[in-house]
């Protein structure tokens, strides 16, 4: 694992999110009249410059929870902390919060258990449950593919328990582990060439690889044979030709959804990182996106830290955002959490 993996995590998201914040909700096309380039502040929620959202909130609570080991019902009560009293939030209160979030959080306090309180319709694949799951990837990363399946679809499922959002969360964790040590074109290859073969035995989830046909309709069988000499297990590098890579690398910005969809927010923000070439350049490309900015952001720098580093991230946004120093705790406690 990459060295600062917490930081580059947390703050990733963070600084991602809290430029998205302030023109959550506001068209592409009115976005592109006064696009972002900085750290605004008030905008949609009136809040000050450097203030994530609930994306953030929600992602911290967990990485607070994972400070201790991998404990459902630990993360299932932060997530209650932070609706009823404050928790990792950036000035007290919440200011914003999923329908399909809040009503999850409502069933685990009626005490429902914490893997059964996410709504599981087909209606409720937003992406709140996406948006806050990347700080897993600490606890997860040297785990077998049955254990990490098993842990992200209970951690996603906290509050959205439909195999689409599972299957998206899951894309997002594998698409990290990856970029730890291969660049976002190779990464989304191997991830498309992977996913269907780590499937296999859950139907319920590839039934729904479908909705991520664009991320992962590029590596044919023969292409990927060639591209990973099976025959001979020689590890080959893989090949960035454009008719071999999944179809959103290449997407049109008009093809490009940031709604707060989980298919969607998982294809901005993997296009984000795929046309961009470094963590500002990559954020910003998100927010300028409009719509669900603040998420958009979020996802595309926690991908971005991970793959750039905390050392990419720029330090005049750094430092302006909301509880700076806390979240600088938070992550040093995780990493020394790894030791």
Known sequence: MKKSIAKSILFGIAVGDALGVPVEFKPRSIIACNPVNDMLGFGTHHQPTGTWSDDSSLAFCLADSLCNGYNLKDIADKFVKWYDDGLWTPHGTVFDIGITTRNAIHNIKRGIEPSLAGESSETSNGNGSLMRILPLLVHINGLTIDERFRIIGEVSSLTHRH????????????????????????????????IPKELVNYLDLQNEMVHYSRLLDGMNHNAAEDLLNAKTGKHQPLNENDDLMPSIASAHVDDIKSSGYVVATLEASIWCLINSSCYEEAVLMAVNLGGDTDTTGAVTGGLAGIYYGFEAIPKKWMNQLARKDDIEVLAERLENSLL
């Not at 990290?176 to 992977?194: F, Y």
């Open 163 to 194: 195999p689409r959002s599972i299957l998206g969360c899951i894309l997002l964790l594998e698409y990290a582990r990856i970029l730890q040590h291969k660049d976002p074109k190779q990464g989304l290859m191997e991830l498309s060439l992977n």
